[in-house]
Antibody, heavy 120, light 109 residues
Framework: QVRLQESGPGLVKPSQTLSLTCTVS??????????WSWIRQPAGKGLEWIGR???????NYNPSLKSRVTLSVDTSKNQFSLKLNSVTAADTAVYYC????????????WGQGTLVTVSS | EIVLTQSPGTLSLSPGERATLSCRAS???????LAWYQQKPGQAPRLLIY???SRATGIPDRFSGSGSGTDFTLTISRLEPEDFAVYYC??????????FGPGTKVDIK
């Protein structure tokens, strides 16, 4: 059974770069059958899709964040990563990673999420 | 951007009652591109329904999805205590690729 686990700093200063990693266990990130996504959720609010990456490195981003987001994949570590630069308080949220079976239009499973707070 | 609207915002019901949740899209969504998730406090969303009407693995048959075009429905036939949660619909294929509705909270009456 595939499991995803987010990791990274819980506190980031304004204008700096938020960096998170999602580690995949119970399956290979290189299987070729999946996209790997990031989603975020501010406290008490809804879900916002950030972007996704394929094992080849091909990416799709949310246009609202595209200028600040970079996704990458490290198949040797079975991980994929998110970098969001020039963060502000508005980027404070729980960040989730999730798997999408190729063009299945659904996200399953999700990691447990990690809270990132942007504050000086 | 395809905007999803969910109604009602909050649904107050008792265990054993039937819950009917609505998701309306600002433009037509392919039926294979509509999913529903359940989220409990402090937990990640869990996939319930994909392709508008197919239950995900391990989801009880009291959960059912229906609809097409711009109008979709999630029905919980008999609410169990563990079903009180927030439910989100999600579409795929617009720009951005994934968008979510604002959620419907099902709470105990």
């Amino acid at each position: 059974q595939v499991r995803l686990q987010e990791s990274g700093p819980g506190l980031v200063k304004p204008s700096q770069t938020l960096s998170l990693t999602c580690t995949v266990s119970g399956g290979s990130i290189s299987s070729g059958s999946y996209y790997w996504s990031w989603i975020r959720q501010p406290a008490g609010k809804g879900l916002e899709w950030i972007g996704r990456i394929y094992t080849s490195g091909s990416t799709n981003y949310n246009p609202s964040l595209k200028s600040r987001v970079t996704l990458s994949v490290d198949t040797s570590k079975n991980q994929f990563s998110l970098k969001l630069n020039s963060v502000t308080a508005a980027d404070t949220a729980v960040y989730y990673c999730a798997r999408e079976f190729l063009w299945s239009a659904m996200l399953d499973p999700w990691g447990q999420g990690t809270l990132v707070t942007v504050s000086s | 951007e395809i905007v999803l609207t969910q109604s009602p915002g909050t649904l107050s019901l008792s265990p054993g009652e039937r819950a009917t949740l609505s998701c309306r899209a600002s433009e037509s969504v392919g039926s294979s591109h509509l999913a529903w998730y359940q989220q409990k406090p402090g937990q990640a969303p869990r996939l319930l329904i994909y392709g508008a009407s197919s239950r995900a693995t391990g989801i009880p048959d009291r959960f059912s999805g229906s609809g097409s075009g711009t109008d979709f429905t999630l029905t919980i036939s008999r609410l169990e205590p563990e079903d009180f949660a927030v439910y989100y619909c999600q579409q795929f294929g617009g720009s951005p690729l994934f968008t979510f509705g604002p959620g419907t909270k099902v709470d105990i009456k």
